[in-house]
Each structure stands twice: as C-alpha cells, then as structure tokens.
C-alpha cells in the first residue's frame, strides 16, 4: 500500500503566449505563461490525492504533465519501477476529462470505443475483447447495451461514466480526474464520486482529483496540494489542511466556501484581489499583494515548501513522508491567526 | 406581507421542434423590498426561465401564462413603452455570463452612459460622475482608466462587477441575479456576494438570486424557493428549509450532498435521471426517484401548502420528512 508510486521533481511548464503587433516592433519580448514553477511532490500508491486553487493557477498543466501530454520544460516526473511492474508509462496514469463528450469520438459506438483501447494496448487477445469491454462497463455500471449506443444518447453522468470506463481500458494504476464532476448536478455528482470511491477499492487505484469545490475534496481525498500561481504552496493530509490551513491563501480559500451550516457570510472578504496575471507574477512571494500578513521580506525573497515547524509531531520532520509542508515565510505566525 | 413583486401561476410553454417543453409550471413567489429570495434548483428545473419571463426577456416562441405583479401592474400585459420603465427604474438584471450580456465593441463606460442615459435624467457631466460613482460602489478601483477599457480587458470576476455597475445605473429596486457568481472562483464569489448583499442592504434593493448552489443560498438569501421540473417543491425561511425540509426532493438533494459526514463514506445520491418535461406527470414530478412516494403521487399533484408560518410545501410526505435521519 505505502511507498511513493511517482515523484515530481521540480517540475516546471512555460507557454510562450501571443505578442501583439505593436510589441514585436518595439523588440518587447515573448511573453511566458509560468503554468508551472517548481512543483515538487510525490504521490503515493493507491491514495486520493486533490489538487485546489483558483482557475490558471496550473491544476490542468500539472495533470498533463502527470499523464505526458505535455513534456515540462524543466524537472523530472519519475515513476516507482517496482509499482510500474513492466507497464509502459504511458498506459499507467490515465486522465478522465471534465467533459467527457469532447473526449469521446461521436462516430463510434461505445464499445467500440472501449474496445480500441483495449486493442491499442494490446491487453487481450482479440477474441476476449469483447468480454473485457462487457467487464468495463459493468465495473462502471452501465447496461451491457450500452456498447452498442453512441456517445449522444447519454445523459451528462452516464458520459462521464463512459469517460471513466475508457481510462480503465488501458489498466492504469493511476488515475488524474480533472474537474470530473464539475459539469453535474448534485444528484448525479454523488453517482460520480460513489464510482470513484468503489473502483479505489476494487482496483486499488491511485487517483489524483482536480476540483474547485473544497467541500468534495474534504469529503474525498486523503492529502490535498493547494496550488497558486504555478506553484504548491500547502501540501497536507486532508484532515489537518481542513483543521489547521497554515498558508495564509488555504486560510482564505476555506473561508470563502460557503457552507448550508454557515447562516452569514463572516465578516471581511476571505481574500481580497484577484489572481494576478501568470505572465509576470509578482517577485517574493506570489501571494504577498493579496495576503493579509505580508511583510517586507515576502516581497523580495522566495518562500520554500517546507515542513511547518509548528506543526504537531511528526508532521515537522523534514524527512518525514506526511510532513504538513507550506511556503509561507509567517507559517507559525499565519496559524495563529487562521480562522476557528 | 408587504410585497415588491409578486408572482401568480407562472407558466412557460416553448413550442420546439420536437414537440411542447413545459420548463415552468404554476409557480408563485413573492418578494418584499430589501428581501434576498434565493430560487434553487438543479439544471434545467427551469430557474432562468422564471426569471427571464418575470424581465420579459423570453422570446416570442414562448407563451408565458400567469401574473407578474409589480406596483399593481402586471408585467406580462404592459405595452412596450410602460414595461422599458419599468425595467430601468425598478428592476435590474444580471447573468452568469457578462461577456455574453456585455457588447464587446463598447467601452466600459460608454455602456454604462448607455444606462445612465436611458434611465436618469443626467447631463453628460453628471452621467460621467456618476459612472465613476458606480465603479467605486462595485469595487472597481482606478475608474478613469477603467471606464475607457474593453469588457476583454476585464478579468471574470470584474466584468461581473461591470454588469451589476450597468444594472445599478437606474436605481433598481429589485434585482434580478441568474447564478451571477457560477462562473467564478470561490475567492471573487466570495467578494461578489458580499457585493451584492452590501448593496441590498446600502440601496434598499430586494434580489432574486437564482443558483444552483445550496451553500450559497444558506449564507446569502433570506428566503428560499426550491425548484423541480419547472414546478416550486417549497418556500421558506433558508435556514428553516434547508435544516428541516418539508418537501422529500429538498431533503434528497441535501442527503446528496458531501457534508459533514465520514470522510470517504458513501455519498447518497438520488436514484434515477432528471425528468423529462415534455411529457410532465399528472402527479408529483419527483414520484418516480422519491424514497418517500406513495401511490397517489403517479396521478394526483400534490398542491402548495401551507405548513408553518412563512412555509408552504407541496409533498404528500410534508410531515413525514425529517422524523427518521
Ligand atoms: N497550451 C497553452 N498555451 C498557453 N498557455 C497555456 C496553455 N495551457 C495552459 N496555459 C496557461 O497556463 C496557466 C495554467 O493553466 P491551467 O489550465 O493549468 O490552469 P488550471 O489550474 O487548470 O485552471 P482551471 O481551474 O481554469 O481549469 C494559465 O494561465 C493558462 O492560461
Ligand atoms: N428557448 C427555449 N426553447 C425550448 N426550451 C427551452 C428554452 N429555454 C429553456 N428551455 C428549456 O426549459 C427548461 C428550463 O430551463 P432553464 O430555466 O434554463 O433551467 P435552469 O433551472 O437550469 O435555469 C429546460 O429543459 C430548457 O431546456
Ligand atoms: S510568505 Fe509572506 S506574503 Fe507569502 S503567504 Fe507568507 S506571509 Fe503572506
Ligand atoms: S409528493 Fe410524493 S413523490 Fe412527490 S416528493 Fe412528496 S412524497 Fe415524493
Ligand atoms: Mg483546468
Ligand atoms: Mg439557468
């Protein structure tokens, strides 16, 4: 069970973005999108890991990285050889799509569809192919009918249920769901995370979950990485994030979902400012414009993801594998004042 | 109770291609002035409808039944020239999308002059001022440069800034709001709500805010409606119904939710798929995922009561909800 199955290793993504007209005849620069700055964190075999933070602050660019459909421009993505047990890297993290739709081809029938992953893969022979995508579907709960129906004839929960399905026709060992039930009703969205939670168990699947909704992550994941700008600036187990946010920006995050327990907004914006823009974060720390406690030096200097001193027990050893780490140069100080 | 908008029987029927779409059904809301009434409801229960035929900004394809009471007047029956009055002067309207509600090829500015100019008798000195004012009341900082920039040069959450400038140029005294924060991170959904609630409050305002998201309803509305199927399950009090709900769709939808229970235990969803509503039910619409149906509720309708002070329900089940958790 215990053991990283895969290390991210200061990874970094830049996208050259668009330069107008105007700024190319005056020589200015390419403007760089800095999706990823640095991102170092180890995922461990059959967790649920999320992964929060505002829209662009690169959760997507990340989970592309994860899975290769984006090389990174610096650092080292490094599977654990003995979890990988001869699986090529690319079959063994599998992504699942918020829009399951755009992802599936509309000419082919499910099981078609199932059916060519299988092939690609060449997980069986042909002859039990059509046994294995029969399995696929059950495992999803899906009607065995269903194979021969195309992609339209499902309903938005149904869809997302034939995403899932096709990431499983590969065998993976992991799984990286980005915003998997953000385009669902409530109703159907516990359909969703119910699946998730029953192929964890079945499959002894990792997964990494991308969400903006917080109240999913605290009731689903195991760990959370909180990500700003690019960069993780919180990393903890779920239950202590929840308890006792030490990055000043976890501490807003948490404050600003609203909750059907809380009956009035608390007093004061949970954070105030918006995300400034990726192509020139701000020097120090990124956060410092918009953090209640900044002081001169998160200006100028850079904090480090690194353990909370003030965390309790093992949780401030540096080595230690469960260490609360934040970036944040005020940790101590900020979980004074984080809110009850 | 004394009443800003009053809403009686509500229906929309669109004639589409495929045969009639019943999107809203016999629905009857009431807002006070200064009342935040939240209307709730998964996709497609027929939320923006409601709203849309209270603004009269459905198209001619739908036929629209019922009252929309404002002042005495109804909405539904006033000509053309009466009802652009009405719209500027009482009731203001923002939507989950500004970039779509926004037009592109203006500045900022000139579409707030636009509104000042339509609904205010102000000299192009004062309207000036007065956008200025209207920026610095919605949180926009540096208003001379801003008032001169495209709605492409707003970030999401700005232009959701700009829009509720627009909709306040004319003094409402309701505010008509369709998920105005859907689209926007938690942290400037957090600073648009309280917005929104600052100006209720500051201007005396009523809004109907339509979303889909109980949490925000429970921090923001004074009252809520709950919607499914383009019919109203019930009304009241938010913390009254979202604690202890009389309606078994309102209580299934909070089941549903994560909450404070075991973390990685076993969420309840509710059972089947959304309904269709070209074909509504002579009974109650929710009957055929209800855990608490009865026979009676395939054919007969279970009719809006009252069931407390300020609380109506329209569920067979009313008083058998909430005894076992
Ligand atoms: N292919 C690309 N070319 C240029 N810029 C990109 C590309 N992909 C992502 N970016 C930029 O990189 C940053 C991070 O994007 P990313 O999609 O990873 O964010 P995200 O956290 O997934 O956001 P969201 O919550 O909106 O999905 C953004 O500024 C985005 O505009
Ligand atoms: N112009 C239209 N023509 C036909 N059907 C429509 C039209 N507008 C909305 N509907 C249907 O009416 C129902 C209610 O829609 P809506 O009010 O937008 O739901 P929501 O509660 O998500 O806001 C939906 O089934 C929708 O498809
Ligand atoms: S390093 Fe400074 S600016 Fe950054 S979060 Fe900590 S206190 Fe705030
Ligand atoms: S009327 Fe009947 S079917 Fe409808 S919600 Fe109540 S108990 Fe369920
Ligand atoms: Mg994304
Ligand atoms: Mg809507």
Redesign the pocket.
């Known amino acids: 069970m215990s053991g990283d199955i895969l290390s991210v290793a200061g990874v970094s993504k830049h ?3 668009r330069r107008g007209v105007l700024d190319a005849l005056r020589g200015r620069p390419m403007p760089v ?1 800095h ?2 700055e640095d991102v170092s964190l180890a995922i461990r075999r059959g967790e649920t890991l999320g992964i929060v ?12 990285c994860l899975v290769g459909l984006h090389q990174p421009d610096a650092g080292s993505i490094a599977w654990d050889p003995a979890a990988l047990g001869g699986r090529p890297r690319f079959r063994a993290s599998q992504m699942v799509f918020q829009d399951p739709f755009g992802s599936l081809n509309p000419r082919l029938t499910v099981g078609s569809a199932l059916a060519e992953v299988v092939g690609v893969h060449r997980l069986r022979p042909k002859s039990e192919i059509g046994a294995r995508v029969r399995e696929l579907l059950e495992q999803v709960h899906l009607p065995a009918d269903a194979a021969q129906r195309y992609p339209h004839e499902f309903s938005g929960g149904q869809r997302q249920r034939i995403g899932i399905a096709r990431a499983l026709a590969a065998e993976p060992l992991m799984l990286i769901a ?2 998997p039930v953000s385009a669902l009703d409530v109703s159907v969205q516990a359909q969703i995370v119910n699946l998730f939670l029953e192929l964890q168990e079945r499959l002894a699947l990792t997964l990494v979950f ?1 969400t ?1 909704d917080l109240r999913l992550v605290r009731h689903l994941t195991e760990r959370v990485a909180v ?1 700003y700008l ?1 960069r993780v600036v919180e990393v903890a187990e779920t239950q202590a994030l929840f308890a006792d946010p030490r990055h000043p920006y976890t501490q807003g995050l948490l404050k600003a979902v609203p909750t059907i327990a809380q009956a009035t907004r608390p007093a004061g914006p949970a954070i105030t400012g918006e995300l400034p823009s ?1 192509l020139a974060p701000p020097p120090g720390c990124a956060f410092h414009p918009r953090c209640p406690i900044a002081v001169a030096r998160c200006r100028t200097e850079r904090p480090a993801l690194l353990p909370d001193p003030a965390a309790p027990g093992l949780a401030r050893e540096r080595s230690a594998p469960d260490a609360h780490r934040v970036a944040c140069h005020l940790a101590p100080q900020a979980a004074a004042t984080a809110p009850a | 109770m004394n009443e800003l908008l009053r809403v009686e029987q509500l229906g929309v029927v669109f004639h589409a291609a495929r045969g009639r779409v019943y999107a809203v059904d016999g629905v009857d809301l009431a807002i006070a002035p200064g009342e935040v009434l939240g209307l709730v409801g998964e996709s497609g229960s027929g939320k923006s409808v409601t709203l849309r035929a209270i603004a009269r900004l459905l198209h001619e394809e739908a036929h629209i039944t019922g009252r929309v009471l404002w002042q005495g007047r109804d909405l539904l029956t006033l000509p053309a020239r009466a009802l652009e009055q009405v719209r500027g002067a009482g009731i203001g309207t923002i939507f989950q999308e500004p970039m779509a509600a926004l037009n592109p090829v203006l500045s900022i500015g000139l579409q707030i002059d636009e509104s000042l100019r339509a609904h205010t008798g102000l000299d192009a000195a004062g309207r000036r001022a007065r956008a200025r004012e209207l920026l610095d009341l919605v949180g926009i900082a540096d208003a001379a440069s801003r008032l001169r920039q495209y709605p492409h040069e707003f970030s999401g959450g700005m232009r959701q800034r700009a829009m509720i400038a627009i909709a306040l140029a004319a003094n409402p005294k309701l505010l008509l709001a369709d998920e105005p924060t859907t689209a926007l991170d938690v942290t400037i959904q957090d600073q648009i709500l309280r917005l929104l609630l600052r100006l209720v409050s500051e201007l005396s305002m009523a809004m109907l805010l339509v979303t889909h998201d109980l949490g925000v309803v429970a921090s923001t509305c004074d009252r809520v409606a709950v919607m499914y199927a383009g019919r109203l399950c019930e009304t009241g009090p938010t913390a009254q119904v979202l604690h202890a709900p009389r309606h078994a769709y309102t209580d299934a939808l909070l089941r549903a939710l994560p909450g404070e229970g075991a973390a990685r235990a076993r969420l309840q969803p509710i059972p089947g798929m959304p309904p269709r509503i070209d074909h509504p039910s002579p009974g109650c619409p929710f009957a055929p995922r209800c855990t608490h149906a009865e026979p009676r509720c395939d054919r007969e309708r279970p009719a809006m009561q009252d069931v407390a002070p300020g609380r109506a329900s329209a569920c067979f089940a009313q008083d058998r909800l909430g005894v076992a958790a």
Not at chain 1, 55 to 63: I, P, Q
């Open positions: 996208f050259v973005g999108v999706a990823l933070g505002e829209s662009g602050c690169g959760k997507s660019t990340l989970a592309r980005d915003e991308i903006h990500m690019g990726p």
